[in-house]
């Protein structure tokens, strides 16, 4: 059975206040769970839960400064491979 990829990418000029807006939705949504992404392009629906992988990265060139932020989980447990055996 062959996994389902779903993606949604956005990107646009935001303001502080709008970026700031678009960071306290994205905290709101994992403290309840479901965090939801949508623009006229498409839709994503995601549920954080459990133990969340961080990436944070920030860097500067020239008069360019960039922070990434990345979020990664699984919604589910991975196949077991039975017992652990070390000898």
């Known amino acids: 059975m062959a996994d389902e990829r779903k993606n949604f990418r956005h990107e646009s000029l935001q303001d502080v206040d709008s970026v700031r807006d678009i960071l306290e939705a994205i905290t709101r949504g994992i403290e309840k769970g479901t965090l939801s992404f949508s ?44 017992k652990l055996k070390v000898r």
């Not at 060139?61 to 991975?78: H, I, Y």
């Open 39 to 82: 623009d006229d392009d498409g839709k994503i629906v995601m549920h954080p839960k459990g133990l969340l992988n961080v990436k944070l990265t920030a860097s500067e060139e020239d008069s360019e400064q960039r922070v990434n932020l990345r979020l990664t989980w699984q919604s589910k447990a991975p196949p077991s491979k039975g």
